[in-house]
């Protein structure tokens, strides 16, 4: 019975073998890890030809998609880090994370997450059959069509759908806004812009991950994190053109000296710093040296007041939500501006940064407002509420 028992285990020792063997490559690695190695090297390949501009070699990764339409973005890094592979048979989908780096204007590369389509040929091993933006990732602007660049002293602006002279005037404005957001800020920034101005507001929408119901009427808006690190990749300010298109020489100014203005403060913008005061610097820095009066670019929050129902307190984050009341958004971004033109006027320009600065360096929200009013502007809330409700009065009444 004992010999028995050890040849039967034998056996099933044998056949364990076996079966291992038919799960196991050569390497002694597991099928699917070896796919994940092989599929990791056709993403090197891939960035390789993009870095290289070699569409051969592009071509030999897999179709052709969008390369062509990088070919005017100056990149620095490209590169792919394969996170999942999910294979069935000869077909597979990879989720990626794409990092890229643009020339002289990112410290760090930007992040995007990627979805590719993979089949794999006998002969040729796997291919990329088409590469898209992740579920829940933004597009690039490359997934949109052909990018065109225009380059200004201060600025890198990449386009779809725009014509050569519609990007240099876009630079043109960009150059403008950068020293005049150094002279009321200061020049502890990159000093350098980019924007991206995509062929339409659903376009703009892509570029953010967002519905556009959420952008229609807003000019433009500045991506990036708050409080990032001076090493953050560059913000993007991208463009509405729908909406810019619309304005003024002047309002195209004021709107991209506004969006420069939050790339200039965004180290100094942290979950301390409530929207009324980066939204009311922003637009106190863009309407600077042109012209307009309390009147007329505070419309809104004129008839109020006019109406004797001035604000009676400082305008709330959740008063500058997308709601589809645009008379109280409009009220918030008003209410911020006539608060930091009124520290500019009463306290001085100076103070006026430096309170932002303070307010940004607070541990948390609560507390952040009342102690820089304090430390730097030697009041208190209340009292400074007080204030500009008779500011209000005086400049809209």
């Known amino acids: 019975m004992a010999g028995r028992r050890r040849a039967s285990g034998a056996r099933m ?19 699917t890890d070896a796919a994940q190695a092989e599929v990791q090297r056709l993403l090197d390949r891939r960035a390789d030809a993009i870095l290289d501009r070699d569409q051969a070699a592009f071509l030999r990764t897999g179709a052709r998609d969008w390369f062509g339409n990088l070919r005017a973005v100056p990149l620095a890094d490209w590169s792919y880090r394969l996170t999942t592979l999910h294979r069935t048979g000869d077909t597979a989908t990879a989720e ?8 002289g204007y990112d410290r760090a590369p930007v992040s995007a997450g990627r979805t590719l389509r993979l089949r794999l040929d006998a002969s040729d091993g796997w291919y990329i059959e088409a590469e898209r933006p992740a579920k829940g990732s933004a597009e690039q602007l490359w ?20 014509s050569a002279a519609q990007l240099r005037s876009y630079a043109e404005l960009a ?5 005049a957001v150094s002279q009321a800020w200061g020049t502890d920034w990159p000093r350098h812009i980019v924007v991206l101005v995509p062929d339409s507001l659903a376009d703009m929408a892509g570029l953010l991950g967002s519905p556009e119901s959420s952008y229609r009427g807003i000019a433009a808006v500045t991506t990036g994190e708050t409080g990032a690190p001076a090493s953050a990749p560059a913000d993007r300010i991208i463009v509405n053109p729908d909406a810019y298109g619309v304005l003024g020489g002047t309002g195209k100014q004021v709107v991209l000296t506004h969006e420069t203005t939050h790339v200039a403060t965004r180290v100094h913008t942290t979950a301390a710093t409530p929207l009324w005061l980066s939204e009311g610097y922003a637009d106190w820095v863009g309407y600077l040296g042109s012209g307009r009066s309390p009147a007329q670019v505070a419309p809104e929050l004129g008839r109020v007041v006019s109406a004797g129902r001035p604000p009676q307190t400082l305008p709330s984050d959740a008063d500058f939500g997308f709601t589809g009341d645009s008379g109280r958004l409009a009220r918030a971004y008003e209410s911020g501006w006539m608060a930091c033109r009124m520290i500019a006027e009463r306290w001085g320009e100076v103070r006026l940064v430096e309170f932002y600065r303070a307010v940004g360096a607070h541990e948390r929200r ?13 009041t208190s809330l209340e009292d400074f509420t007080a204030r500009w409700q008779e500011y209000l009065r005086a400049q809209l009444g």
Do not use: F, I, M, T
């Open 175 to 179: 150059d403008d806004a950068v020293p």
């Open 366 to 378: 609560a507390g952040a407002v009342e102690d820089a009013l304090k430390d730097v502007l030697g």
């Open 13 to 31: 020792v044998v056949a364990l073998c076996l079966l291992l063997v038919s799960l196991v490559s050569c390497g002694g690695r597991p099928a």
């Open 96 to 103: 990626a994370e794409l990092r890229y780096r643009v020339q």
């Open 143 to 162: 997934d949109q069509g052909r990018v065109s660049l225009a380059r200004g002293e201060h600025s890198l602006v990449l386009g779809v759908g725009q």
